[in-house]
């Protein structure tokens, strides 16, 4: 286990050196400003080997004794991303990521809508299916990304067996097991086709709870989810 560890390490390190040789050659060629400053970014980058945003990529710069603003290291991301050194990511609901980007490497990526956690996975299978598809229309690909959204074993295991449907992630399912607020709620709820034991899909609980259900969206004001106690359907 230490000689695995330890090789691993060492070659972590002669690909950093290598990028780094490859990121002042470049920069140097393109006569880039402040080659000096750009590199400290650029090493802190590499180290942290993770998705983060500049201002997290900041505060590891500052702890260094760096002394540059937000500005600076955003703009050298940036110029990272522009050299094939980084890729900025967009994932829903979220600021943009930036990861190292490493040569003939491709990665997909389970994000978990609860915590932020963010897992890298590569399938072979997976990838030859959508080569596949590619082939059966003529499509030359160039690029790709696969991002699924959902919830990561920790925050599943966290969750209660009933809770509020306006508490419910997109994408879930759900079975109504409860109606509180009286006669008056349950037939307001009976006129729009729902009642006990239905299961329906969350579409969006940003703002008014939107459902799939029996094949027709249905809007649910925030008040009105609070008093509707669903069970979450499992797989």
């Keep these: 286990m230490f000689e695995r560890s330890a090789l691993k390490k060492s070659s972590e390190d002669s690909l950093h050196q290598r990028e780094k040789e490859e990121f002042r050659r470049i920069f140097s060629s393109l006569d880039e400003a402040n080659l000096a400053d750009r590199e400290a970014v650029f090493e802190a980058f590499i180290e942290e080997d993770r998705h983060l ?21 955003t703009q050298t991301l940036d110029l990272l991303c522009r050299y094939g050194f980084a890729q900025a990511k967009s994932f829903e609901g979220r600021p943009t990521l930036y990861e190292h980007r490493h040569l003939e490497e491709h990665h997909d990526h389970l994000i978990c809508t609860k915590c932020g956690q963010i897992i890298e996975f590569v ?11 590619a082939r059966l ?70 703002g008014p709870v939107i459902v799939s259900a029996k094949g027709a969206r249905l809007a649910l004001g925030r008040g009105l989810a609070q008093k509707i106690l669903v069970s979450l359907c499992q797989d």
């Design 53 to 73: 945003t500049p201002e997290e990529l900041l505060e590891t710069l500052k702890r260094r004794g760096f002394s540059r603003g937000l500005d600076f290291v």
């Design 123 to 133: 399938h072979p299978t997976i990838e030859s299916l959508q080569e596949e598809m």
């Design 137 to 206: 229309y003529g499509f030359k690909p160039l690029s790709h990304k696969l991002e699924i959204y959902g919830l990561c074993s920790g925050c599943q295991t966290k969750r209660v067996p009933t809770l509020p449907l306006s508490l419910a992630s997109p994408g879930e399912k759900v079975r109504f097991c409860r109606f509180l607020g009286g006669e008056k709620l349950r037939a307001r709820l009976t006129s729009m086709g729902l009642q006990v034991g239905d299961t329906v899909e969350v579409i969006n609980n940003c």
